[in-house]
T-cell receptor, first 114, second 110 residues
Framework: AAGVIQSPRHLIKEKRETATLKCYPI?????VYWYQQGPGQDPQFLIS???????DKGSIPDRFSAQQFSDYHSELNMSSLELGDSALYFC?????????????FGEGSRLTVL | GENVEQHPSTLSVQEGDSAVIKCTYS??????FPWYKQELGKGPQLIID?????GEKKDQRIAVTLNKTAKHFSLHITETQPEDSAVYFC?????????FGTGTRLLVSP
């Protein structure tokens, strides 16, 4: 079965650069979530989208923005990168918006900021 | 907002033993409680979940129990195998985002 696809899998950037991560949800899933996971940490919720509208917002820095497109894929844009942004970024998808459960995660994008 | 606590942070067992991981949550509105297994460098993988209208659910060697009154839920793995070694996260979700516990690193020794 098709899973959540994230790209790129690895990304190396310098401080103050910008980065864009992409997420392709499972077919027919209409809800996308972004999580950030630091080394040895639990995933921290950043932002979510349901039917192309932002549905919830977590600890996403103002330097980050995201959107969900008409084909339900999502992009996380990160600007003015800082060393502390180095982390694994996971995208998850589900069907039917919040409170329906069954989030399926991608394999993540590892961002390293030098 | 929701706060999920998870214990223990590390758990070492011998192959064939049982492992139990416990979580508590704070928001009584939470009604969905999944468990994820995360292997090194990979994304969290849903292994079992339970909803608030059910007290227990079992899937082969894995079972989850939920006590809504006490706001705690547990993961039970029986007959552990070395391939069960991973980090396990509990999570809770109500009307808002899914909130994760802090994770348990399970090590199963042959």
């Amino acid at each position: 079965a098709a899973g959540v696809i994230q790209s790129p899998r690895h990304l190396i950037k310098e401080k103050r650069e910008t980065a864009t991560l992409k997420c392709y949800p499972i077919p027919r899933h209409d809800t996308v979530y972004w999580y950030q996971q630091g080394p040895g940490q639990d995933p921290q919720f950043l932002i979510s989208f349901y039917e192309k509208m932002q549905s919830d917002k977590g600890s996403i820095p103002d330097r980050f923005s995201a959107q969900q497109f008409s084909d339900y894929h999502s992009e996380l844009n990160m600007s003015s990168l800082e060393l502390g942004d180095s982390a694994l970024y996971f995208c998850a998808s589900s069907f039917g918006g919040r409170a329906t459960g069954e989030l399926f995660f991608g394999e993540g994008s590892r961002l390293t900021v030098l | 907002g929701e706060n999920v606590e998870q214990h223990p942070s590390t758990l070492s067992v011998q192959e064939g033993d049982s492992a139990v991981i416990k979580c508590t949550y704070s928001d009584s509105a939470s009604n969905y409680f999944p468990w994820y297994k995360q292997e090194l460098g990979k994304g969290p993988q849903l292994i079992i979940d339970i909803r608030s209208n059910v007290g227990e659910k079992k899937d082969q060697r894995i079972a989850v129990t939920l006590n809504k009154t006490a706001k705690h839920f547990s993961l039970h793995i029986t007959e552990t195998q070395p391939e069960d070694s991973a980090v396990y996260f509990c999570a809770a979700q109500g009307f808002q985002k899914l909130v994760f516990g802090t994770g348990t690193r399970l090590l199963v020794s042959p």
